[in-house]
């Protein structure tokens, strides 16, 4: 009996032992995807944000619980339509398909874009757009929302997708007039508080 206890604590040791290395390899992704999210202000010729306007972006710790495998439904039948972007224009996406996911075992979906202007454009026609806003809007977070970007090569074979609201980001109008910025769907309000990926723009708002 205690040699079968022994061994029993030997592999719950072991196995927390590997889920802390993963855990820290992923906060270190994490560390290094919001360095470059930043550096990318400084490199966008239209970037509303400066050297030192970067270090008033605030971000909620990295959380792995908000980082999970999502199912993807393709919706190929979906019609072209205009959204509506903060600045009063609009821009043509087509619906791409239904992410589906659980948080706190209750099920969970949302809708993937992909814009059309984009699609043309040889750099981007694999781009799909993930706006959301969620319960932290106005309080924690940006009060309009805020996006996840994918590729069609982040959906695996077998129709899932790594959804990480850690990499959550503000659109450029939470920095700045001026900028089009799509308005999360009301299919893509969620019910609840992300609690995760960027915050609230510490710094005042250009105009």
Same mark, same amino acid.
């Given at each position: ?12 040791? @072991? ?16 560390? %290094? ?12 010729? %239209? ?13 909620? #710790? ?14 190929? /039948? ?7 972007? !903060? ?16 948080? @706190? ?20 026609? /694999? ?12 309080? @924690? ?14 959906? @695996? ?6 959804? /990480? ?5 503000? #659109?450029? *109008?939470?920095?700045? /007039?001026? !900028?089009? *910025?799509?308005?999360? #769907? ?22």
């Amino acid at each position: 009996m205690l040699l079968r206890f022994c061994f029993l604590l030997c592999l719950f040791m @072991a196995g927390s032992l590997r889920a802390q290395q993963a855990d820290s390899v992923y906060l270190a992704e994490i560390v %290094r995807h919001r360095e470059h999210y930043k550096q990318e202000f400084l490199t966008e010729e %239209r970037s509303p944000l400066t050297a030192r306007d970067t270090a008033l972006l605030d971000f909620f #710790p990295p959380e792995p619980a908000w980082h999970f495998p999502a199912r993807v439904e393709r919706t190929p /039948d979906a019609q072209p339509f205009e959204m509506p972007t !903060y600045s009063g224009r609009t821009k043509p996406f087509v619906r791409y398909g239904i992410v589906h996911f659980q948080v @706190a075992g209750k099920p969970c979906r949302l809708a993937l874009y992909q814009n059309l202007n984009l699609a043309q454009q040889e750099a981007y026609k /694999d781009y799909l757009f993930l706006p959301f806003k969620d319960h932290s809007n106005g309080d @924690a977070t940006y009060g309009g929302g805020r996006y996840l970007d994918f590729r069609l090569g982040d959906i @695996a074979a077998n129709g899932t997708l790594l959804l /990480d609201f850690n990499k959550a980001y503000n #659109p450029w *109008c939470a920095y700045s /007039d001026g !900028y089009n *910025c799509p308005i999360p #769907p009301a299919e893509n309000h969620l019910q609840f508080a992300v609690e995760a990926g960027e915050k609230q723009y510490k710094g005042e708002k250009k105009h």
